[in-house]
């Protein structure tokens, strides 16, 4: 993987050449659901004023996103380069999935093979949905979040 024009394939700025890609994935628990709320709410304007509000920004219920953890379990996927002096760096953790099992404890139906593939769901594009001109997840843009780490 190439960080900067003009450097060997791999070899970025710090020297440091990208050996590895992967993706791990940590549990949405109610202090995760708390601190997003927290970073939510300066966006979104109050009730008398909705002409401030940040388009696509809604508040967070923290009550019914926690009440929901007994039934349901969230996930968020970081996405992360291994260096060759063995540093792992995260490229970005903006990708996630949920399990829902109808109503029931999630907890008794998650095994390790079945997260894993959910992990390689969400990080890898779908091959028959990739073309040219398509958004989905790209080896350039993770290069580019690379560049952006100055690795």
Same mark, same amino acid.
């Given at each position: 993987?190439?960080?900067?024009?003009?450097? /060997?394939?791999?070899?970025?700025?710090? /020297?440091? =050449?990208?050996?590895?890609?992967? !993706? &791990?994935?940590? $549990?949405?628990?109610?202090? #995760?659901? *708390?601190?997003?709320?927290?970073?939510?709410?300066?966006?979104?304007? @109050?009730?008398?004023? *909705?002409?401030?509000?940040?388009?696509?920004?809604? @508040?967070?219920?923290?009550? *019914?996103?926690?009440?929901?953890? =007994?039934?349901? !379990?969230?996930?968020?996927?970081?996405? $992360? !380069?291994?260096?060759?002096?063995?540093? *792992?760096?995260?490229?970005?953790?903006?990708?996630?999935?949920?399990?829902?099992?109808? /109503?029931? #404890? @999630?907890?008794?139906?998650?095994?390790?093979?079945?997260?894993? /593939?959910?992990?390689?769901?969400?990080?890898?594009?779908?091959?028959?949905?990739?073309?040219?001109?398509? #958004?989905?997840?790209? $080896?350039? &843009?993770? !290069?580019?979040?690379?560049?952006?780490?100055?690795?």
């Amino acid at each position: 993987m190439t960080a900067a024009a003009g450097r /060997g394939a791999g070899e970025q700025a710090t /020297g440091l =050449r990208v050996v590895g890609l992967g !993706a &791990w994935c940590d $549990f949405v628990d109610q202090q #995760d659901i *708390r601190r997003r709320a927290a970073e939510v709410a300066p966006l979104v304007s @109050p009730v008398t004023s *909705r002409e401030d509000a940040v388009p696509g920004v809604a @508040p967070v219920d923290v009550a *019914r996103e926690t009440a929901d953890l =007994r039934r349901q !379990a969230s996930f968020v996927v970081h996405e $992360f !380069a291994d260096l060759s002096d063995g540093t *792992r760096v995260t490229l970005h953790q903006k990708r996630g999935f949920g399990v829902s099992t109808g /109503g029931v #404890d @999630p907890w008794p139906f998650l095994t390790r093979g079945g997260l894993m /593939g959910d992990v390689l769901t969400t990080a890898l594009p779908d091959d028959t949905a990739v073309d040219e001109h398509s #958004d989905e997840h790209s $080896f350039e &843009w993770l !290069a580019g979040l690379c560049a952006d780490r100055s690795v």
